[in-house]
């Protein structure tokens, strides 16, 4: 068993922007791209199968603040404010006597009151955080090379650097102020998202260039662009934007993790490292372009996994966590780590018992809502990958629709890149109704009014009809 804390224990949250999963050497990435990820992540706690509940900024983010789904904290989709009076993560730990502080883009703050005032959140609005060094989305405000964050009295504060080493630095400074009380740091990064105002993923200054060219991940390596992204006589080339942006991505990723070392560099420094929680996750992850329109917003492994650890107090020699966790089981997770209660109506729930090897109610899925540029709903068990979207022509409210119809299922175990979709297969009908039931209850448990799903019209396959055992995996 792991030493225990010499005091309450601290929280860093390291938390970055439209990272897939695959970034990680632990998932096969070749170009040594996380070394300090995964090898705490090899020492420490390994989330294998981490996955977001929402794939867009905002809900997502909602997400990790409350351990709610995002339809529960009336931000389903970007451009919505977190209710002044949610219960948030940085609330519980300022009542448990913890300083806390945020620093970077935060995305819950709605547009109407921060794209007018550059990206400035007032204080209402900030989740409860005491010390703020942050702005509404890091992606419109200011460049890779010029970053302005806005702090406690909302006076733009420019900090020098590539923009992860900016905020990372922000982040140090914090560590090394508040070493001598427990503190709850959030920093919260943009890359390795696109920058908006010209689609591009911008890497420090000759990082592009190491990763131009290189490894792609076989799932774009084998899709084209998606139609809808692709201008009229556009060659179709497999890989989505991936070929124009990978080199970019890939640096960025590099110097996260570069920055993810730093940060764990200062608490070994400050002799903080025995007694702080450290959490490294992703809002969503990114597709270039091969599934949709734009990057991200579908049930894909590319657009919902991510990669994620826990080390510190707790999570020391946790290993690799083989059970489906999702984005909302952080919170309580965290909470449990520093023995504070964990509010009932969170709905996530902590991995503290898979670490004690208490499996057995463990969900053996993960849900997943899709509520902006399309609204759906999805289930991944360790097997299966079904989900189902709104017509076009339905009525939605608040993120949900009243109908849905069945729009993909895969079979994991045998498609891992999802290329093969299998919702019409008439040899997997039996498959499909029990994951339809799955999904019903996953909706109705996290208090969504049950809808009605139209089944996919079905259609010979050739292949053997698969049994409904088989849908229990």
């Known amino acids: 068993m792991p030493n225990p804390p010499r005091r309450q224990p601290n929280v860093v949250v390291f938390f970055t922007d439209q990272q897939r999963w695959d970034t990680s050497g632990l998932h096969g990435n070749p170009l040594d791209l996380m070394p300090n990820f995964d090898r705490v992540a090899r020492r420490a706690t390994h989330l294998g199968h981490c996955f977001t509940c929402q794939p867009v900024c905002g809900p997502a983010r909602a997400c990790l603040q409350t351990g709610l789904y995002a339809t529960n904290t009336g931000v389903w989709q970007n451009g919505l404010a977190l209710q002044d009076d949610a219960v948030t993560l940085a609330g519980l730990f300022n009542a448990a006597g913890y300083h806390t502080g945020y620093i970077g883009k935060w995305h819950l703050g709605a547009a109407s009151h921060s794209w007018d005032s550059g990206g400035i959140v007032p204080a209402e609005r900030r989740g409860g955080y005491q010390e703020w060094l942050g702005v509404e989305a890091l992606e419109f405000s200011v460049d890779e090379y010029h970053t302005i964050l806005y702090d406690n009295d909302n006076q733009p504060v420019t900090l020098p650097g590539y923009r992860v080493d900016a905020l990372a630095d922000a982040g140090i400074r914090f560590l090394q102020r508040h070493q001598e009380q427990p503190f709850f740091l959030m920093m919260s990064f943009i890359e390795p998202h696109f920058q908006n105002d010209r689609d591009d993923y911008p890497p420090p200054d000759g990082y592009r260039q190491r990763y131009t060219g290189r490894w792609i991940p076989p799932d774009l390596a084998a899709l084209p662009l998606h139609e809808a992204a692709r201008r009229p006589g556009e060659p179709i080339l497999c890989g989505g934007s ?206 969504e009014t049950p809808p009605t799903i139209l089944p996919a019209p079905s259609r010979p396959s050739g292949q053997r009809r698969l049994r409904e055992d088989d849908a229990l995996q």
Request: include cysteine; aromatic fraction near 8%; charge should be negative.
């Open 242 to 447: 991936a070929h124009g942006h990978l080199g970019g991505y890939y640096g960025m990723v590099k110097r996260l993790d570069e920055a993810f070392g730093r940060v764990l560099d200062a608490l070994k420094s400050l002799g903080l490292d025995q007694d702080t929680i450290v959490l490294f996750t992703s809002d969503h992850g990114c597709h270039f372009k091969t599934r949709n329109s734009e990057y991200k917003r579908s049930c894909h492994e590319s657009s919902i996994r991510v990669p994620t650890l826990l080390c510190g107090p707790g999570f020391e020699g946790g290993g690799c966590v083989s059970q489906l966790v999702s984005l909302v089981d952080l919170p309580p997770t965290l909470l449990d780590a520093c023995h504070l209660p964990v509010p009932p109506a969170m709905q996530g729930r902590s991995i503290l018992p898979l670490l004690r090897g208490q499996r057995e109610d463990w969900p053996e899925e993960v849900f997943v809502q899709i509520s902006e540029d399309g609204c759906g709903r999805a289930i991944r068990t360790q097997r299966w990958k079904y989900c189902v979207m709104a017509p076009a022509d339905a009525q939605t409210r608040a993120g949900a629709a009243h109908t849905y119809a069945e729009a993909f299922l895969y079979d994991l175990q045998y498609d891992p890149y999802e290329l093969h979709n299998l919702i019409d297969m008439q040899s997997h009908e039996p498959v499909r109704q029990i994951l339809r039931r799955r999904l019903l209850s996953r909706m109705e448990g996290i208090g």
